[in-house]
């Protein structure tokens, strides 16, 4: 019941662009949101962390290639996402290359 609560406040926030400015944040990154821990008192969320994957490129014509999982912490009921940290996944898997986009040919 908490969990389908959160997924329904974290609806909420990316259908609210107001909330996401000040962001990196887009209403088009929800779908790629996981929930990974709900605060809650009295059987109501009041604030919640989730992760999203990115895969950032440091310039448009860049080759390099990065996976990158954000974790975000949002206060409800109308808090403003704050980023919580980041780990990049692909300089985790082999810290020599910037890796190399998927279907990418030399």
Not at 48 to 67: C, D, G, M, V, W
Not at 81 to 88: F, H, I, K, L
């Amino acid at each position: 019941m908490l969990r389908r609560r959160a997924r329904k406040e974290l609806g909420d926030l990316f259908g609210s662009p107001r909330r996401l400015e000040g962001t990196s944040l887009q209403p088009t990154h929800r779908g790629r949101c996981d929930i990974i821990d709900i605060e809650s008192s009295d059987g109501q969320v009041e604030a919640i962390t989730f992760q999203i994957l990115r895969h950032p490129r440091p310039h448009p014509f860049s080759r390099q290639y990065h996976l990158v999982a954000e974790r975000w912490r949002v206060e409800l009921p109308e808090g403003t996402p704050q980023r919580a940290g980041s780990v990049n996944l692909s300089r985790l898997r082999d810290s020599r290359s910037d890796g190399e986009a998927p279907g990418s040919f030399p």
